[in-house]
T-cell receptor, first 114, second 111 residues
Framework: EPEVTQTPSHQVTQMGQEVILRCVPISNHLYFYWYRQILGQKVEFLVSFYNNEISEKSEIFDDQFSVERPDGSNFTLKIRSTKLEDSAMYFC????????????FGPGTRLTVT | QQQVKQSPQSLIVQKGGISIINCAYENTAFDYFPWYQQFPGKGPALLIAIRPDVSEKKEGRFTISFNKSAKQFSLHIMDSQPGDSATYFCAASMNDYKLSFGAGTTVTVRA
């Protein structure tokens, strides 16, 4: 069964450093998403991406964040200067159709900012 | 703004029992209501979803009941098994790109 994959599974970084989280969406999906989940809290939407453009973003997704599809398979989330409060699980998701399509989530990257 | 409210925060059920999780939403423009199951250290997995043109949807032991007038929907897990022990999230979408999640319910099934 096709699945969304993410690397790394765990990333530890120092405050102020840049991090790039990587995702490989399901191959025939065209819509891509990033969500985050702070420990013990609910999953929060960050951004959606289609046709090499951001289609929607939340207030969390400020200028410190960026997304990119550098090639035909990868989808990345970059945080330019990490803060302690960026520590969370980051989930990539993809869907075949949108809006309102079924979103399939990857296993997540746990980001720890020290 | 908490658009989807989920309850209870946690529940314990005996093996073979019924688990019921409730969600209420505020935005009447929501038109897609999925439920996700999450095991520790894993990503949310789509379990079952419903759209407001039906009042109930059943897949195996999992049933969604939807009450459009009350703006509520619920997940029923019949014949609960220890392998069902997980955190369950309801979510909603209004023909846009983002899912708005509830706070989650931790279900523990005792053997």
């Amino acid at each position: 069964e096709p699945e969304v994959t993410q690397t790394p599974s765990h990333q530890v970084t120092q405050m102020g450093q840049e991090v790039i989280l990587r995702c490989v969406p399901i191959s025939n999906h065209l819509y891509f998403y990033w969500y985050r989940q702070i420990l013990g809290q609910k999953v929060e939407f960050l951004v959606s991406f289609y046709n090499n453009e951001i289609s929607e973003k939340s207030e969390i997704f400020d200028d410190q964040f960026s997304v990119e599809r550098p090639d035909g398979s990868n989808f990345t989330l970059k945080i330019r200067s990490t803060k302690l409060e960026d520590s969370a699980m980051y989930f990539c998701a993809s869907s075949e159709v949108a809006p309102g399509g079924e979103q399939y989530f990857g296993p997540g990257t746990r980001l720890t900012v020290t | 703004q908490q658009q989807v409210k989920q309850s209870p925060q946690s529940l314990i059920v005996q093996k073979g029992g019924i688990s019921i999780i409730n969600c209420a939403y505020e935005n009447t423009a929501f038109d897609y209501f999925p439920w996700y199951q999450q095991f520790p250290g894993k990503g949310p997995a789509l379990l079952i979803a419903i759209r407001p043109d039906v009042s109930e949807k059943k897949e195996g032991r999992f049933t969604i009941s939807f009450n459009k007038s009350a703006k509520q929907f619920s997940l029923h897990i019949m014949d609960s098994q220890p392998g069902d022990s997980a955190t369950y999230f309801c979510a909603a979408s209004m023909n846009d790109y983002k899912l708005s999640f509830g706070a989650g319910t931790t279900v523990t099934v005792r053997a």
